[in-house]
């Protein structure tokens, strides 16, 4: 009696665990329906209706929305091994990637990150410069014949070409001149079916229903592709210094054993995909904001020319080039092609003053942060100038983070800001492109967010 009376007066003295609010839904399905049916509405409009931290189900779970900088923080940085990825979400994902850096979590996540850390240098980024801009420059020189036709071209395929022909290049030592058409089909079905397959779990992928069908020979497709570069690889033993030569050299320090080539199969893949995907979408629509606002795309240009005066640039060329830099920020935060981040939560926390359970799935969007309106003045509009060192003073680390955060902050950040910007220099010194009238321009939230229209445009001349 004495011990349950000193329980019930500790409970009594404990403060009250604040549950967040939020919308009830459907009975049985909670807001999945909703969610499925437009995501990108949901997360701006939940947050702003409920509050910072709101509680909804989603599949028959709880799911606790994340709109705070530093709740974010907490997750991603500060809390972060009480977060981890085992949710539905990378397990449907493991169904293409299976266990890369992007799946997978703990310490064989840690081991593969510290493997691959070094094709991500600095250093060996500054010497893939040239392959950026060379490129580059050969799409341009394709595009001379469409700059003279009355025939759309649509930038969306173009940048998901140049995009996987670099990273191939630079990461892997290959070509791949023959595949990229073969691999952008594939991923495009593995895209859209995998996303499908969040918000509609049945059947299983392995059933034989005509989309499951499609999505395996994606799949399929993918494989083969990249089993012909570890191939190479074999066939020269591991020669070389590129992201799969140091990952065949690579030994566990335990056991001495190298990666076999299931592991080395999803390490590729996860970097093919991942590495040219974002920073394609991220391109695509930054040309599509500058076709809206010419003002921006003038003052682009002002400084390319002052700078490069029509030269190629380089990559010691981009610390002179800082409204370049402020474009595609601008760019990843309209339209950030990671838009939305689950984590689990391992242990019970507290997030924004509510208590979050052991077990619940934590899900936060830098689409919906990145047009907050308590952090962004105008959070619509397209304004790079945001950008400055003046304007960007007192905002929270954490009300941008496109490229994730923390110890899982994207591996290929710096690589893709660096093509990012090379790319863009490049083509913006050469030829303005305008929107084609009439042409839709939806957001499609994918794994990442892509056009779903792609983006159709007319060349012109720079100068014009």
Request: proline letters at 8%; charged letters at 25%.
């Given at each position: 009696?004495?011990?349950?009376?000193?329980?019930?007066?500790?409970?009594?003295?404990?403060?009250?665990?604040?549950?967040?609010?939020?919308?009830?839904?459907?009975?049985i399905?909670?807001?999945?329906?909703?969610?499925?049916?437009?995501?990108?509405?949901?997360v701006?409009?939940?947050?702003?209706?409920?509050g910072?931290?709101?509680?909804?189900?989603?599949?028959?779970?709880?799911?606790y929305?994340?709109?705070?900088?530093d709740?974010?923080?907490?997750?991603?940085?500060e809390?972060?091994?009480?977060?981890?990825?085992?949710?539905f979400?990378?397990?449907v994902?493991?169904?293409?990637?299976?266990?890369?850096?992007?799946?997978?979590?703990?310490?064989?996540?840690?081991?593969?990150?510290?493997?691959?850390?070094?094709?991500?240098?600095?250093?060996?980024?500054?010497?893939?410069?040239?392959?950026?801009?060379?490129?580059?420059?050969?799409?341009?020189?394709?595009?001379?014949?469409?700059?003279?036709?009355?025939?759309?071209?649509?930038?969306?395929?173009?940048?998901?070409?140049?995009?996987?022909?670099?990273?191939a290049?630079?990461l892997?030592?290959?070509?791949?001149?023959?595949?990229?058409?073969?691999?952008?089909?594939?991923?495009?079905?593995?895209?859209?079916r995998v996303?499908?397959?969040?918000?509609?779990?049945?059947?299983?992928?392995?059933?034989?229903?005509?989309?499951?069908?499609?999505?395996q020979?994606?799949?399929?497709?993918?494989?083969?592709?990249?089993?012909?570069?570890?191939?190479?690889?074999?066939?020269?033993?591991?020669?070389?210094?590129?992201l799969v030569?140091?990952?065949?050299?690579?030994?566990?320090?335990?056991?001495?054993?190298?990666?076999?080539?299931?592991?080395?199969?999803?390490?590729?893949?996860?970097?093919?995909?991942a590495?040219?995907?974002?920073?394609a979408?991220?391109?695509?629509?930054?040309?599509?904001l500058?076709?809206?606002?010419p003002?921006?795309?003038?003052?682009?240009?002002?400084?390319?020319?002052?700078?490069l005066?029509?030269?190629?640039?380089?990559?010691?060329?981009?610390?002179?080039?800082?409204?370049?830099?402020?474009?595609?920020?601008?760019?990843?935060?309209?339209?950030?092609?990671?838009?939305?981040?689950?984590?689990?939560?391992?242990?019970d926390?507290?997030?924004?003053g509510?208590?979050?359970?052991?077990?619940?799935?934590?899900?936060?969007?830098?689409y919906?942060?990145?047009?907050?309106?308590?952090?962004?003045?105008?959070?619509?509009?397209?304004?790079?100038?945001?950008?400055?060192?003046?304007?960007?003073?007192g905002?929270?680390?954490?009300?941008?983070?496109?490229?994730?955060?923390?110890?899982?902050?994207c591996?290929?950040?710096?690589?893709?800001?660096?093509?990012?910007?090379?790319?863009?220099?490049?083509?913006?010194?050469?030829?303005?492109?305008?929107?084609?009238?009439?042409?839709?321009?939806?957001?499609?939230?994918?794994?990442?967010?892509?056009?779903?229209?792609?983006?159709?445009?007319?060349?012109?001349?720079?100068?014009?």
């Open positions: 009696m004495a011990k349950a009376a000193i329980e019930a007066a500790g409970a009594a003295t404990r403060p009250a665990r604040k549950t967040p609010p939020g919308p009830r839904g459907n009975p399905l909670g807001m999945t329906l909703d969610l499925a049916r437009d995501p990108l509405r949901f701006l409009t939940v947050p702003r209706r409920y910072d931290v709101v509680r909804y189900r989603f599949l028959f779970h709880d799911t929305f994340v709109n705070q900088p709740a974010v923080k907490r997750v991603l940085q809390n972060h091994r009480n977060y981890d990825r085992q949710l979400d990378f397990q994902l493991s169904n293409v990637l299976g266990k890369g850096l992007l799946t997978s979590d703990g310490e064989f996540w840690l081991r593969q990150r510290r493997l691959m850390q070094p094709a991500f240098h600095r250093r060996r980024i500054a010497a893939f410069g040239t392959l950026m801009t060379g490129e580059t420059e050969a799409m341009l020189a394709r595009w001379q014949a469409a700059a003279r036709s009355p025939r759309p071209l649509d930038v969306a395929a173009e940048m998901h070409r140049l995009t996987l022909r670099i990273v290049q630079a892997f030592g290959t070509e791949l001149r023959a595949e990229v058409a073969a691999i952008s089909r594939a991923l495009v079905i593995a895209n859209r996303t499908q397959f969040f918000f509609r779990p049945f059947p299983p992928l392995s059933f034989p229903t005509p989309e499951n069908r499609k999505f020979a994606a799949v399929r497709d993918m494989d083969a592709v990249v089993d012909k570069i570890i191939a190479a690889h074999r066939a020269r033993n591991a020669a070389g210094d590129d030569a140091l990952l065949m050299q690579a030994r566990d320090p335990d056991t001495g054993e190298g990666m076999d080539d299931r592991q080395l199969r999803d390490e590729v893949l996860t970097v093919l995909l590495g040219h995907e974002t920073t979408n991220a391109l695509t629509w930054t040309f599509y500058l076709s809206q606002h003002t921006v795309f003038r003052r682009l240009q002002a400084e390319l020319a002052a700078t005066g029509g030269r190629t640039p380089g990559v010691a060329d981009l610390p002179h080039l800082p409204y370049t830099r402020m474009v595609i920020e601008e760019s990843l935060r309209l339209y950030p092609p990671a838009w939305v981040i689950t984590r689990r939560a391992i242990h926390d507290e997030l924004g509510y208590h979050i359970p052991a077990g619940a799935t934590v899900m936060f969007s830098p919906a942060m990145h047009h907050n309106a308590r952090y962004w003045d105008n959070p619509e509009g397209f304004d790079p100038e945001r950008f400055t060192p003046e304007r960007s003073t905002r929270p680390a954490f009300a941008y983070f496109p490229f994730g955060g923390g110890p899982h902050l591996i290929g950040n710096g690589f893709a800001m660096t093509e990012a910007q090379l790319i863009l220099a490049t083509v913006a010194q050469r030829y303005r492109l305008d929107l084609v009238p009439g042409h839709p321009v939806v957001p499609e939230p994918l794994v990442t967010l892509s056009t779903r229209y792609g983006l159709l445009v007319t060349l012109h001349p720079a100068e014009d």
